[in-house]
């Protein structure tokens, strides 16, 4: 057997495009170099690779996207005030893959938090250096290798030993060009032993010029920190997005995430995370509101490598149009992982008639004292609900309406910061028309 | 108040109400009871709108308009209400939202002006005092995790909140201990007035000791055979539904 691969044009062109910019791109190019590899051993997914089967990218991204990331179009402070989802925020803004300082609110910093760009901090900062790419194996998935070698820029952010923040950083995205372009962010949150704070990641575009943004965090969570990880993805018509979010916690940590699937022609979510020390706690929180022909793809790893950790997992959809959502959700626990607790829950509500959603949860449990439950569902509006709402005189549309938001309000209730709830249950509003 | 003229009405191709007749005046109370399956509850889904419930044949006029033309929220905001046999749980609507929606609905179809938040929870205090329901529970989801008996009282309490004109009661009574019987039914007795009629759908004798009806109907095989006064329900607690159907049997001639 021959052991060539052959590859698609499209993961050339990416292989070519790094072959020609490696020496302008910031870190250790050798890292990028082995990122490279496993991304041409790989190769962009096409329909045949289980893992990415509901989504056509091939397709999506033979259709001529560039490579751009200089910004053609700098958005104003205008601009990025009407994005600003949460009161009181250090706001991080990213355009087209790289940090735009001048729209940015780093100059009055807290103590205990440091933030800097990625592509100086993997240089200049040791502790940014040894977590740099330490968690996403670039052998795991084809994005995670591209993004290891095409990453344009991002922020490191630092939270000290026992430091509280009590100010959430947003790291606001904007894709915004005026051809067709692949953006690459890249980010890295390391929180120390004991600290706590939230981070809140947006993802915008602007226009009709179609864009893939293919963003990735790292997110360390040391001995008994506690970090809040939102992530509102909100993108325009034109906008593609795959965000992976690959989190290690540490002995005693309370690991939060908590995806707002709220826009966008596509979202694919690998959220990955691994129970790396005994004790950890981990809340994985998902909502997905779709319509027209909007896909949305989530994707989630817990590893239970280690004993005494707890993992709980909801996510929750209400599908109309053509859209189409798929729920994968893999949950391993190795066999040193003793006295694990993990749960899994999907629930969906289909509105159409041409409304799908494909769910399967994967448990690969190898210790024998655990307790481990999934569960999904997959539903229309319950009929006798409605039909007691509106014997009470609420009309159907307003019983519909409730139903509706009350399915999803176990979700948007976890969210612990209250302008950013406001602004999820305003989508929500929205959406319900 | 409300006039059902030879009702028929069928729920997947079958038919279950089969030509009854009831007339209903304000003010007045009347009792249905009947054998298990005899179309009680189908009536009580029939006038308040499910749209499984397909009516073949008949006319029904609530305060002088064609009931059955009305959507099941017009219904309740012309003044009609049904208490459930079987309340639906409702999770992540809580009680008291849901109650402030209606109101709003049901005024603002009436040409009133909002009810003002002040005025809204006292009238909830109040309401919750009549049927003795726990604050708690005005404030969780609706229904959900209530006891049989809770899900009962939160039904008489929406119905003292909405003020309907029209009240039917499905069962109210069944799986409610002797104390909630009483509390349940003198919250009933509170509402009722010169303008206002209830229906009550009943197995038991025992209800209508605290809730005395004017008229008592035998709903059997879909049709009303036979009404009476109070004495009825005492004469029907005593021999059973037997001798009805005997009565009808001789009637028929067979
Ligand atoms: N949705 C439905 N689908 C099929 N059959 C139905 C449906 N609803 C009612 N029926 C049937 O209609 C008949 C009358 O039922 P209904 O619930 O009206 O009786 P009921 O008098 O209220 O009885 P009970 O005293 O037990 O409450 C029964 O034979 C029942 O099985
Ligand atoms: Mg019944």
Redesign the interface.
Request: hydrophobic share 40%; net charge negative.
């Given at each position: 057997m021959s052991t060539v691969t052959t590859i698609s044009d499209t993961s050339a062109a990416f292989l070519t495009h790094f072959e020609a910019n490696a020496g302008s791109l910031f870190g250790e190019t050798n890292l990028r170099r082995k990122a490279a590899e496993a991304f041409a051993a790989q190769g962009i997914p096409t329909r045949r690779t289980e893992d990415y089967r509901y989504l056509n990218l091939e397709l999506l991204l033979k259709k001529s996207f560039g490579f751009r990331t200089e910004l053609m179009r700098i958005p104003t402070s205008d601009d990025v005030a009407k994005l600003a989802l949460v009161e009181n925020a250090i706001v991080l803004v990213i355009v087209n893959g790289v940090f735009v300082p001048q729209l940015s609110s780093v100059d009055n910093l807290l103590a205990g938090l440091k933030i800097n760009t990625i592509a100086d901090a993997v240089v200049t900062d040791q502790t940014c250096a040894a977590h740099y790419a330490k968690y996403a194996n670039v052998n795991s998935d084809p994005f995670i290798a591209l993004n290891t070698m095409l990453a344009s820029g991002g922020v490191f952010i630092h939270v000290a030993k026992n430091a509280v923040i009590d100010r959430p950083v947003h790291i606001l995205h904007i894709a915004d060009n005026e051809v067709a372009s692949v953006f690459q962010p890249r980010h890295l949150v390391v929180a120390e032993t004991g600290a706590q704070i939230a981070v809140i990641e947006s993802f915008e575009s602007i226009g009709p010029v179609k864009s893939f943004t293919n963003a990735l965090i790292e997110v360390a969570v040391s001995e008994n920190a506690v970090l809040d990880h939102y992530r509102i993805q909100a993108e325009g018509p034109a906008g593609h997005l795959l965000s992976t979010v690959q989190g290690s916690c540490a002995k005693g940590s309370l690991y939060n995430t908590y995806t707002f699937s709220l826009g966008g022609a596509w979202v694919r979510n690998n959220v990955n995370k691994v129970m790396a020390q005994a004790g950890a706690e981990a809340h994985l929180y998902g909502l997905y509101l779709l319509n027209g022909s909007q896909v949305c793809d989530n994707h989630t790893i817990v590893d239970h490598a280690q004993p005494n950790c707890l993992s709980n997992e909801l996510y929750k959809g209400v599908i109309d149009g053509k859209a189409t959502a798929v729920f994968n959700g893999k949950i391993f626990v190795r066999p040193d992982a003793q006295k694990t607790n993990a749960y899994q829950t999907n629930k969906n509500v289909l509105l159409s008639d041409d409304a799908s959603v494909n769910t399967k949860p994967q448990l690969e449990i190898y210790a024998d004292d655990v307790k481990c439950s999934h569960g999904t569902s997959t539903g229309r509006i319950?009929e006798?609900?409605l039909?007691?709402?509106?014997?009470?005189?609420?009309?159907?549309e307003?019983?519909r309406r409730?139903?509706i938001?009350?399915?999803a309000?176990?979700v948007v209730d976890k969210i612990k910061i209250e302008s950013l709830r406001i602004f999820v249950e305003e989508r929500i509003t929205a959406f319900l028309g | 108040m409300i006039s059902i003229k030879n009702l028929h009405a069928s729920v997947e191709g079958k038919e279950i109400l089969r030509g009854l007749n009831l007339e209903v005046k304000a003010g007045e109370v009347h009792a249905i009871m009947g054998p298990n399956g005899s179309g009680k509850s189908t009536l009580a889904s029939v006038l308040a709108g499910r749209e499984a419930y397909e009516v073949t044949a008949g006319e029904i006029k609530f305060n002088g308009k064609d009931l059955l033309g009305l959507s099941p929220e017009d219904r309740a905001r012309e003044g009609l209400f049904l208490a459930f046999q079987y309340p639906v749980e409702i999770p992540g609507v809580s009680n008291i939202n849901f109650l402030k929606t209606a109101i709003s609905e049901i005024r603002t179809y009436r040409g009133l002006p909002p009810i003002e938040p002040k005025e809204f929870l006292a009238m909830v205090k109040e309401k919750q005092k009549l049927v003795e329901l726990d604050g708690k529970l005005a404030n969780r989801s609706v229904n959900e995790g209530f006891s049989g008996g809770e899900k009962k009282r939160n039904e008489i309490f929406q119905m003292a909140m909405l003020e309907p004109t029209l009240g039917i009661l499905d069962e109210t009574d069944s799986g409610l201990d002797i104390d909630a019987l009483r509390i349940v039914a003198n919250g009933v007795n509170k509402l009722r007035s010169a303008q206002r009629a209830f229906i009550v759908v009943t197995h038991y004798q025992r209800l209508l000791d605290y809730i005395v009806p004017d008229y008592v109907h035998v709903l059997y095989n879909g049709q009303i055979v036979k009404s009476g006064t109070k004495e009825l329900a005492l004469e029907l607690e005593e021999k059973g539904y037997d001798w009805i159907k005997s009565e009808l049997g001789e009637k028929a001639g067979v």
């Amino acid at each position: 057997m021959s052991t060539v691969t052959t590859i698609s044009d499209t993961s050339a062109a990416f292989l070519t495009h790094f072959e020609a910019n490696a020496g302008s791109l910031f870190g250790e190019t050798n890292l990028r170099r082995k990122a490279a590899e496993a991304f041409a051993a790989q190769g962009i997914p096409t329909r045949r690779t289980e893992d990415y089967r509901y989504l056509n990218l091939e397709l999506l991204l033979k259709k001529s996207f560039g490579f751009r990331t200089e910004l053609m179009r700098i958005p104003t402070s205008d601009d990025v005030a009407k994005l600003a989802l949460v009161e009181n925020a250090i706001v991080l803004v990213i355009v087209n893959g790289v940090f735009v300082p001048q729209l940015s609110s780093v100059d009055n910093l807290l103590a205990g938090l440091k933030i800097n760009t990625i592509a100086d901090a993997v240089v200049t900062d040791q502790t940014c250096a040894a977590h740099y790419a330490k968690y996403a194996n670039v052998n795991s998935d084809p994005f995670i290798a591209l993004n290891t070698m095409l990453a344009s820029g991002g922020v490191f952010i630092h939270v000290a030993k026992n430091a509280v923040i009590d100010r959430p950083v947003h790291i606001l995205h904007i894709a915004d060009n005026e051809v067709a372009s692949v953006f690459q962010p890249r980010h890295l949150v390391v929180a120390e032993t004991g600290a706590q704070i939230a981070v809140i990641e947006s993802f915008e575009s602007i226009g009709p010029v179609k864009s893939f943004t293919n963003a990735l965090i790292e997110v360390a969570v040391s001995e008994n920190a506690v970090l809040d990880h939102y992530r509102i993805q909100a993108e325009g018509p034109a906008g593609h997005l795959l965000s992976t979010v690959q989190g290690s916690c540490a002995k005693g940590s309370l690991y939060n995430t908590y995806t707002f699937s709220l826009g966008g022609a596509w979202v694919r979510n690998n959220v990955n995370k691994v129970m790396a020390q005994a004790g950890a706690e981990a809340h994985l929180y998902g909502l997905y509101l779709l319509n027209g022909s909007q896909v949305c793809d989530n994707h989630t790893i817990v590893d239970h490598a280690q004993p005494n950790c707890l993992s709980n997992e909801l996510y929750k959809g209400v599908i109309d149009g053509k859209a189409t959502a798929v729920f994968n959700g893999k949950i391993f626990v190795r066999p040193d992982a003793q006295k694990t607790n993990a749960y899994q829950t999907n629930k969906n509500v289909l509105l159409s008639d041409d409304a799908s959603v494909n769910t399967k949860p994967q448990l690969e449990i190898y210790a024998d004292d655990v307790k481990c439950s999934h569960g999904t569902s997959t539903g229309r509006i319950d009929e006798d609900a409605l039909f007691y709402l509106r014997t009470r005189g609420i009309g159907q549309e307003s019983a519909r309406r409730l139903l509706i938001h009350a399915f999803a309000e176990e979700v948007v209730d976890k969210i612990k910061i209250e302008s950013l709830r406001i602004f999820v249950e305003e989508r929500i509003t929205a959406f319900l028309g | 108040m409300i006039s059902i003229k030879n009702l028929h009405a069928s729920v997947e191709g079958k038919e279950i109400l089969r030509g009854l007749n009831l007339e209903v005046k304000a003010g007045e109370v009347h009792a249905i009871m009947g054998p298990n399956g005899s179309g009680k509850s189908t009536l009580a889904s029939v006038l308040a709108g499910r749209e499984a419930y397909e009516v073949t044949a008949g006319e029904i006029k609530f305060n002088g308009k064609d009931l059955l033309g009305l959507s099941p929220e017009d219904r309740a905001r012309e003044g009609l209400f049904l208490a459930f046999q079987y309340p639906v749980e409702i999770p992540g609507v809580s009680n008291i939202n849901f109650l402030k929606t209606a109101i709003s609905e049901i005024r603002t179809y009436r040409g009133l002006p909002p009810i003002e938040p002040k005025e809204f929870l006292a009238m909830v205090k109040e309401k919750q005092k009549l049927v003795e329901l726990d604050g708690k529970l005005a404030n969780r989801s609706v229904n959900e995790g209530f006891s049989g008996g809770e899900k009962k009282r939160n039904e008489i309490f929406q119905m003292a909140m909405l003020e309907p004109t029209l009240g039917i009661l499905d069962e109210t009574d069944s799986g409610l201990d002797i104390d909630a019987l009483r509390i349940v039914a003198n919250g009933v007795n509170k509402l009722r007035s010169a303008q206002r009629a209830f229906i009550v759908v009943t197995h038991y004798q025992r209800l209508l000791d605290y809730i005395v009806p004017d008229y008592v109907h035998v709903l059997y095989n879909g049709q009303i055979v036979k009404s009476g006064t109070k004495e009825l329900a005492l004469e029907l607690e005593e021999k059973g539904y037997d001798w009805i159907k005997s009565e009808l049997g001789e009637k028929a001639g067979v």
